[in-house]
Structure formats: C-alpha cells, structure tokens
C-alpha cells in the first residue's frame, strides 16, 4: 500500500512539471510596463497630428460679402462662387448691399460673417476706411481675408492676402490688340505721314479710379507698341499731363487722351464730341460703360456709327465693359468689339484662393482674365453670361 502512494504521488509530481513546461511563460510586469510605455508617445503623436491637421475641405466655410447684389454682374460673381464652392466641397455665403453706395450696410454684413468665425472671408470694399477695424480683427481671429473684383486698395499690409482680380491694363490692351487685327484700321495707320498723322482718342471718365487709370494706360500702352513697329519713335501721346509722351521724331501717329472733369452724362458726352472733332481720327477706345454711354449719346445713341449710312462709318471704335447700349453698338457692328471682364472667374478664383489660404497655403494674387466680344460671338453661351444689361 506503502508503495502504491509513493508511485501515485510521483506521478502526480512528474505532471506537473509537464504542465509547467507546455505553459506560456506569463509577462513579468517590467516588460509589461516597458510596452505600455513605448506604445503611449505613439498613440500621442497621432492625437496630436489630429488636432493640428487643417479642417477636411468640407468643414470649410467661406463667406464671401461684395460690393453689390442685385446687379447681374454681382450675380455672375455669385454664379462662379457657387460653382467653386460645390467643386471644392466647401461651403459658402455670398452676399452684399442693394447698390454700391450702401457702404454702411456692407459694414454690417462684413461684421455679421465675422461673427460667424468662418473659415475665410471674401471681399470687395466699397471703401477701405470703413472696414480697416474689421480687417484687424479679422487678422487676430486667424482668419483669412481675400479680396475679389477691386478687391481692399490701400489695405495695411498682411491683412488681406492675395485678390482675383482683373488685370485691367493687360485687358485694355486686348482692345488694342484687336484694333491692330483689322485690316482695314491698320491700313488706316499705314497711310498715316508726319505732315498728316492720323489720330486714336482714348475715353476715360476719371484719371483718379485705379481701374480705369490702369485700363488707360494698358490702351496706350499696347497701342503705342503696335504703333511703333510701324513707325518707330513717331507715335506721340497727347491730352492729358498723366499719359502725355513726346515723340522722339514728328508723330504719323497721335494718342489723344480725353478725360471727363466729372462722372456727369453731360461731361462724358463733351469729351466724346471734342474727340471726333479732330483731325484723321480712325479710332476711338472707351475705357469703361461710362465712357462708353457718353460716346454713344455723342454719336445719335450710336447711329451715327452705323457702317452703312453713318456720318463716322469709318470710324473703329472698341469699347469696354457691357450694358445695353453697349451690346447694342457691339450687336449692331457699330464697334468693332469690346472688352469684358469675367466675373464668372473673379467669384470661382476668390473661393479657391480663400480655401488654400485656408488650408495655410501659401496664396498670390490671380488675375481673372478678360474676353473680347463682337458681333460674331456675343451671343455665345461663354460670352453672354459675362456681358449684363
């Protein structure tokens, strides 16, 4: 019986280290913790990228407040916004004033967007002085400002950072461009002597707006350049103490620059009729639909134009911007053309700058393009959308 225990019990002992083996050895609580502890920086690391990664384009807001509303031109810029805004995924809020002296009520809505600590904010000024306080707050809120269409002149530095804008003077060189592309206006030029120079006026309503002054001076620019291929050093421009160049020869060519002393109907009529009182005047370039409006009233609300009976038949004329008298003169073959912005372009490139800016890339300024319209494709699907009443 003495035996038969002793062989029970070695047994039993004999299992258990059998089953002592087979057994995973267990984790000592230093190699516990030294795991615990390599893992945790990790996990860290990546809440931490988490926090500080830009918001996903969705969570995006930009709002965007312009210098009007009911306008169609507005509504085009509206348009193009809408379009990058889907595009990009991002949300925006266009809005602006009744009329382009409401500057009080854009003060409001730029304050209201503020309030709403958007992601970036769009604008175009009606008058920097009055915004200057929301600028510098929008700053040290971190949040983004953009300008579009004239976008924020004279802004302090740092507090708007980039516009999609037109490039007024390279448009205004367009019309210049197209006048050199007719031929029967270049034989015109050809034809043209030092003792019988042939005269371009220039129409602007103000020599102070920077749009208008840039569009001026892009004109001439341009024009003067083509000129000179012609003629080299005889293309002389007149007019106005701002543009005026002397030729280094006696001109064959004359820029004559006229400028209204006032944005009245009547001013802007006057300087039409002195400028077709000149003499071997081929063309004329009405920088803006101000300007473009005094001509025509200058001209018989633009049947004197007219290519067939017309009393100035001959005269090439390009114009810019649109409105109804415009397109008619343009409809009508009266102008050779004109030129338009694209407003489609100034809201779809405001939103995309605002949504890398804010994304924290780095933004510049873009220019918006502009398009030549005539007779032949102003009713165009791409052209027509651009060119309001």
């Known amino acids: 019986m003495k035996k038969r225990l002793i062989s029970i019990l070695m047994v039993a002992l004999a299992c258990a280290f059998v089953f002592a083996a087979c057994a995973p050895a267990a984790e000592t609580p230093s190699e516990s913790a030294s795991t615990e502890a390599s893992t945790a920086p990790e996990a860290s690391t990546e809440a931490s ?12 807001t930009v709002e965007l407040v312009a210098k009007g509303f009911q306008h169609q031109f507005w509504q085009v810029v509206k348009e193009g916004a809408e379009a990058a805004g889907k595009d990009l995924g991002v949300s925006i809020n266009f809005q602006g004033p009744p009329s382009e002296s409401d500057i009080q009520a854009q003060v ?6 503020l309030s709403k600590n958007p992601s970036a904010i769009c604008l175009a000024a009606l008058d920097t002085g009055s915004v200057t306080s929301q600028l510098a707050d929008a700053q040290a809120a971190g949040i983004p400002v953009i300008g579009f269409d004239s976008g924020v002149p004279d802004a302090p530095e740092g507090q708007v950072l980039a516009t999609a804008a037109t490039d007024n003077a390279a448009a205004a060189g367009l019309a210049a461009e197209e006048m050199m592309k007719d031929s029967a206006f270049v034989e015109k030029v050809k034809a043209a002597t030092p003792e019988k120079p042939v005269r371009v006026a220039v129409l602007s309503q103000d020599a102070t707006s920077t749009s208008v002054t840039q569009r001026t001076q892009g004109f001439i620019d341009t024009f003067k350049a083509a000129a000179e291929e012609i003629f080299p050093d005889q293309v002389a421009v007149e ?10 020869q006696d001109p064959a060519v004359i820029i004559s620059v006229h400028i209204a002393p006032t944005t009245d109907a ?4 006057n300087i039409g009729s002195a400028a077709l009182q000149e ?6 370039f009405c920088s803006n639909e101000g300007s473009v409006t005094g001509f025509l009233n200058a001209t018989n609300d633009g049947a004197d134009l007219d290519k067939e009976n017309g009393t100035y038949k001959d005269l090439t004329v390009a114009g810019f911007d649109a409105g109804k008298t415009q397109k008619t003169a343009v409809s009508n073959g009266w102008f ?19 949504v890398k800016a804010a994304k924290g890339e780095t933004v510049s300024d873009v220019d918006t393009g502009a398009k030549w319209y005539n007779a032949a494709n102003i009713g165009d699907e791409d052209i027509a959308k651009l060119v309001y009443d």
């Open 279 to 284: 003499d071997n005047l081929i063309g004329v």
């Open 239 to 248: 007019g106005h103490d701002l543009y005026a160049v002397a030729s280094a």
């Open 336 to 354: 050779l053309g004109s030129v338009t912005q694209d407003p489609y372009q100034i809201g779809y490139q405001a939103v995309d700058l605002a």
């Open 108 to 113: 409001d809505m730029l304050n209201s967007a």
């Open 266 to 269: 009547a001013d802007l009529k």
């Open 49 to 60: 990228a988490e926090a500080s990664a830009p918001a996903a384009d969705g969570d995006i």
